[in-house]
């Protein structure tokens, strides 16, 4: 593993929490007290106070997506780095099975070009990118399983080529029922 790097901060959402460095910050549970009927991912995403109504049009998996990374980027400090050095490093074992199966149903009546842009596992590096402003290296990996060892040895080869000074790197498996997603921010040493 490479040693030019480090992990400054951690997002993990599982088994219906949200934590930040290991700090629960919200629970489905509180969030079917206060408001009976509100989705856990857009329940986060409120929590965040910020205005993006794009937010709402996205899939699942992207919305996930989008909320752990606002929370890995709350109160960092990373306008000043090059957008060309902020790179994303992402993987899941479904690849976008949840809205590939939502995208066929919709083909039986009229086909949802809204939907189809989904089906596309990178579409979440996208949704990132965008708002952050990162436009270095992307890369989504679709394996068996949580390789954290693959994604630390990539990040490390962006660090060590000087690819990258800072990568938001994670697993991001979404079902319907469930999430499973670890992000974490690597910074340069």
Known sequence: MSTSFEITKSVRVHNHQLSVDHEVILSFDDVQKKEAG???VTAC???????????YKMDLMC?????????LLQDENISETDPYKKAIVLQNSSSSLLTDRN??????????????????????????AIRQQFKGENTFFVSEHSDEKQLQNYTGILFDNQIATLVISGYLEVSAEDQDITFYLNTAK
């Open 38 to 40: 509100v989705d856990f």
């Open 103 to 128: 995208f066929q149903q919709s083909i039986e009546k009229v086909a949802s070009p809204a939907l189809f842009v989904y089906t596309l596992p990178n579409i979440v590096m996208g949704e990132i």
């Open 45 to 55: 995403f409120k929590l965040l106070n910020i205005t993006y109504p794009r937010f």
């Open 63 to 71: 919305k996930w997506g989008f909320v752990c990374a606002e929370w």
